[in-house]
């Protein structure tokens, strides 16, 4: 046979077989495409994290005690410009190495503002309001935060953590007096029985139930600077808690305790009866132990605007030590401490111990 005739049916085949093949390609490509129903193809893109999978995180709990204070010169004057080499802090008389130490004016504020509203208060509240307000207008910067409870024969919330003043301040207005009897007018020292207390347990103005309820519910949980601000006349009536269990409260929360004391004296001698009046003495326990102190101002509305004005100058004059204690156990235990600065007549404000509690988290 010719070359040429074996040739014709080899290239007859060829061009059918890619006329197949050409077929079958688009077939082939048809049958990869998933339908409208079928799981959607994988992915050939690394391997997205998966949200709903905790990731897992190392937690280092190390034992860092943290102080703030206050140090003031011979004439009362706040100092301002002292360096960690100029302060000693000793923890059960040992000596402990700061690690860490600064002036802080701007730190976030965590503050409680804490209305006495017993019977005593009657005459004085308008006071306490008015210069509360102007107090929370001054202080308050954007990253701080406040809340506002009263006090008397219960414990009360009026107003939940938040920085806006303007609702700070409604809530610091609507405060009235409750003596559990109706009136404000009824009672004595925040007892709603009548003007002397004949039988039973009277409530009237549960003070240590409230600094034990708010540094446990409100502020324990708080990171930072954390002060409560009480407006009394430092006199508790009914209240279950101890003052040194309210005082324990407030430690373990690192709350800083300050009293202004406003009393309305001749309140204590209604009806012919003198009643005492032993609110000095029992405040200055509280906020000594706590880094804090008393201001006293009677009744005396200038005094108690420059009482506000004192806290607010010393809550933004404060250093913040640092250190890890010798003692490393947190087992619960009480530490006191001794803070010391050098200089002619330095004093210093600080609280006076701390509880060795592990985190429980």
């Known amino acids: 046979m010719p070359s040429s005739a074996r040739t014709l049916p080899l290239l007859t085949a060829l061009c059918l077989a890619l006329m197949l093949c050409g077929v079958s390609a688009p077939a082939a490509r048809a049958q990869t495409t998933p339908s409208a129903d079928a799981p959607p193809a994988a992915s050939n893109f690394p391997d997205q994290p998966d949200e709903s999978k905790p990731e897992t995180t190392l937690k280092v709990n190390v034992n860092l005690v943290s102080l703030y204070f206050t140090v003031r010169d011979k004439h ?45 208060q009657e005459r004085v509240l308008p006071l306490e309001q008015q210069a509360a307000d102007e107090f929370l207008r001054s202080i308050m910067r954007q990253k701080d935060e406040a809340f506002v409870v009263t ?13 806006n003043v303007s609702e700070l301040q409604r809530a610091i207005d609507k405060t009235e ?65 101890k003052p040194s269990e309210a005082i324990e409260a407030a430690q373990k929360a690192n709350a800083i305790i300050y009293v202004i004391l406003i009393a309305d004296r001749p309140f204590y001698g209604y009806g ?38 004192q806290i607010e100058e010393e809550l933004r004059t404060q250093y913040l030590a640092s250190y890890t204690p010798t003692n490393n156990r947190l087992d619960g235990s009480y530490r006191k401490l001794d803070i010391s600065c050098k200089g002619d007549g330095l004093k210093v404000q600080a609280r006076k111990g ?5 985190d429980v988290e």
């Open 76 to 120: 009362n004057g706040l100092i301002p410009t002292l360096a960690k080499s100029d302060c000693t802090i000793l923890e059960d008389k040992q000596p402990q190495t700061i690690k860490n130490f600064s002036a802080e004016t701007d730190l976030p504020l965590t503050l409680g503002i804490m209305v006495d509203t017993s019977g005593s």
């Open 151 to 163: 006090f008397d024969v219960g414990v009360n919330l009026e107003q939940d953590f938040t920085n």
């Open 177 to 241: 007096i409750n003596t559990g009897a109706g009136g404000g007018s009824v009672g004595v020292p925040g007892i709603g029985q009548g003007p002397v207390p004949t039988q039973g347990a009277p409530k009237g103005t549960l003070l240590y139930d409230a600094v034990a309820q708010v540094s446990n519910d409100k502020i324990r949980s708080e990171t930072g600077r954390k002060a409560l601000i009480l407006l009394t006349d430092g006199e508790d009536e009914g209240s279950v808690t």
């Open 272 to 309: 012919g009866f003198n009643l005492g009046y032993t609110g000095d003495m029992q405040m200055r326990k509280l906020t000594e132990e706590t880094g804090g102190r008393v201001i006293n101002v009677g009744n005396n509305g200038k005094k108690l605007e420059d009482a506000f004005a």
């Open 354 to 358: 701390y509880y060795a509690i592990g």
